[in-house]
């Protein structure tokens, strides 16, 4: 993906029970090879799969009980 500035580095942040949110613009490649994107300046990405708008993030989450998390159980 082509980036204005080369040094810098794309901000991530994840939560326990919400969407990946990405510093934007973004493209995502999804499972099926099609790519979509968004030129917004912060993205969020489903991580539950909950979402009518996937892999952009509905806020569908919160009106379920969240699953567990992977790694959650590591020790």
């Known amino acids: ?3 204005d500035e080369p040094d810098r580095a794309v901000r991530v942040r994840l939560g326990t029970d919400g969407p990946m949110l990405i510093e934007g613009p973004v493209e995502i490649t999804l499972p099926d090879g099609s790519v979509v994107r968004s030129d ?4 969020a990405v489903c991580l ?6 996937y892999p952009w ?3 569908s989450h919160r009106r ?3 699953r567990s998390r992977r790694g959650s159980d590591a020790t």
């Open 57 to 59: 993030c509905d806020t």
């Open 48 to 53: 539950c799969g909950r979402s009518a708008r």
């Open 40 to 43: 917004r300046f912060t993205v």
């Open 64 to 66: 379920r009980p969240p």
């Open 1 to 3: 993906m082509p980036n």
